[in-house]
C-alpha cells in the first residue's frame, strides 16, 4: 500500500504501469530541443500567469484525450499548479495534468504544500538533456528547505529530473514515487505517463530508463555482490534482493544458468522483511567479496545465515539500499537491465532470456 506523504492526505491511485522502454534521444537533438522547449516554457508560464488558456491549446487537448479513448465529460481547462502543465478537470476523476502538446499527463489532485516557504529564489527550471538525472544539490537544499512540515523527506530522499521543465520526481525511502513543483508548492504521488500516437503507451519509459542508470552509477560497488558471467559477458543485470524473499531464492537456483549464458548480476542488498537487515549486515560483513558471496549463497539456497563478525561495526546494506530508493522498487527480486530497463514478468518465463539478449 502507497504511504501519505502528507499528514492528513487521502491516496491518489497509479494511472498507467510501464511495460515498455525507448531509446535515449539523439545528443544532436539536445540543443534545439532544449531551445524549442524554453520558448513553449515561457508561453506557458504567461497563460499561467494570466490564469488562461488558449482556444488552440484546450481544443489540441480536447482532441488528443478523445483520440486516446478518453470518454468521461471535460468540464474545464485551466493552467495547472504543476509548472508548464494544463489540468484537465473530468466529471467524477481526478483530474489529469497535461503538457500544452498533449504528451505527458499525470492524474491526481495536486496538494499544497503547508510548509513554511524559507526560499523564494529557485534554481532555473531542467531543460531536455537533464531527463533522469538527479537534481542539482543547490536546487535540492532548496526544496528541502520548503517542505518541513512533509514526512519522510530528507537528504536521502532520491529527486530527479522529469521531462517537464519544472516537475520534479521524487520517491521516498520505502520506494513510494510522487512528483513535485521545483518550488515545492505542489506535490502529488504517482508518475508521468505518455500519450504517442493517440494511444497512452504507459510511464514516461525514457525517463524511468535514464533514472535507473543514474541510479547504479552511484551505486558503490564494492557494496554489491557480483557473479560475474562464466562465458563471455553478453549482458549485465542488478537485482534488488533479500535473502527472506521466497522468489529471490528461486530466482538464485538460476544464477549459474544466467552466468554460464554470459550474464553477469550484480546483487543490490534490498532487505524489505523486518529479520531480513541484520541478517544481510552479517553476510556484507565477510571479509572479502569471495567470501561474501559464498555466505549469500548459504543464505539463498540453504536458508542458512551468517552473524556479522564481532569485529564488523559498520552497516555495508544501508548505503547502496538508500541510493537504491530512487529506483522504486516495490517488490522483489526487482531486477534491471545495465542501461535501466525494468524486467516485469516470470523470471522462469522464456521472456527473460529474450530480455536479457541470450536466449
Known amino acids: 500500500m502507497k504511504r501519505s506523504l502528507l499528514t492528513s492526505t487521502t491516496l491518489i491511485a497509479t ?19 532544449h ?35 478518453i470518454k468521461t465529460q471535460i468540464t ?19 483530474p489529469l495534468h497535461m503538457t500544452a502538446d498533449g504528451k505527458y499527463v499525470i492524474q491526481g489532485k495536486l496538494q499544497k504544500n503547508p510548509s513554511k516557504r524559507v526560499v523564494s529564489n529557485m534554481a532555473q527550471r531542467s531543460h531536455r538533456a537533464q531527463i533522469g538525472q538527479p537534481i542539482s544539490p543547490a536546487l535540492k537544499s532548496a526544496l528541502l528547505a520548503n517542505m518541513s512540515a512533509l514526512k519522510n523527506m530528507n537528504t536521502k530522499t532520491p529527486f530527479f529530473y522529469t521531462a517537464v521543465p519544472g516537475v520534479i520526481w521524487g520517491a521516498t525511502l520505502e520506494g513510494v514515487p510522487f512528483l513535485l513543483s521545483d518550488d ?3 506535490i502529488t504521488d504517482g508518475e508521468i505517463s505518455v500519450i504517442e ?16 542508470q543514474s541510479v547504479f552509477a552511484t551505486l558503490d560497488d564494492e557494496q554489491l555482490i557480483t557473479y560475474p558471467a562464466t562465458s563471455p559477458e553478453r549482458a549485465v543485470i542488478y537485482v534488488a534482493d533479500d535473502v527472506n524473499c521466497p522468489y529471490c531464492r528461486r530466482l538464485h537456483q538460476r544464477l549459474p544458468m544466467l552466468n554460464a549464458k554470459g550474464v553477469t548480476v550484480n546483487i543490490i542488498g534490498y532487505p524489505i522483511y523486518e529479520q ?13 567479496e569471495d567470501s561474501r558471496r559464498k555466505a549469500f549463497d548459504k543464505a539463498m539456497l540453504q536458508g542458512e545465515m551468517t552473524p556479522a563478525p564481532a569485529s564488523c561495526n559498520i552497516d555495508l546494506i544501508t548505503p547502496n539500499r538508500d541510493k537504491a530508493a530512487g529506483l522504486a522498487v516495490m517488490a522483489t ?3 534491471y537491465r545495465e542501461d535501466g530497463v525494468l524486467y516485469q514478468a516470470s523470471f522462469e518465463s522464456p521472456e527473460f532470456l529474450e530480455f536479457l539478449g541470450v536466449e
Open 333 to 335: 527480486p526487482a531486477i
Open 197 to 212: 500516437n493517440g494511444q497512452f503507451v504507459g510511464l514516461d519509459t525514457e525517463f524511468e530508463q535514464r533514472k535507473n
Open 184 to 186: 515545492a508548492q505542489y
Open 35 to 69: 531551445t524549442s522547449q524554453n520558448v513553449a516554457s515561457q508561453n506557458i508560464a504567461r497563460t499561467q500567469a494570466a490564469g488562461t488558456v488558449s482556444h488552440s491549446v484546450d481544443k489540441r487537448l480536447r482532441q488528443i484525450l478523445k483520440q486516446a479513448g
Open 76 to 94: 474545464s481547462i485551466v493552467p495547472s499548479n504543476f509548472p508548464n502543465m494544463y489540468q484537465v478537470n473530468l466529471v467524477g476523476q481526478l
Open 15 to 33: 494511472f498507467i504501469v510501464a511495460t515498455t522502454a525507448c531509446a535515449q534521444p539523439n545528443p544532436a537533438n539536445v540543443s534545439s530541443s
Open 276 to 288: 531480513s537487515p541484520a541478517q544481510m549486515r552479517g553476510i556484507w560483513c565477510q571479509g572479502d
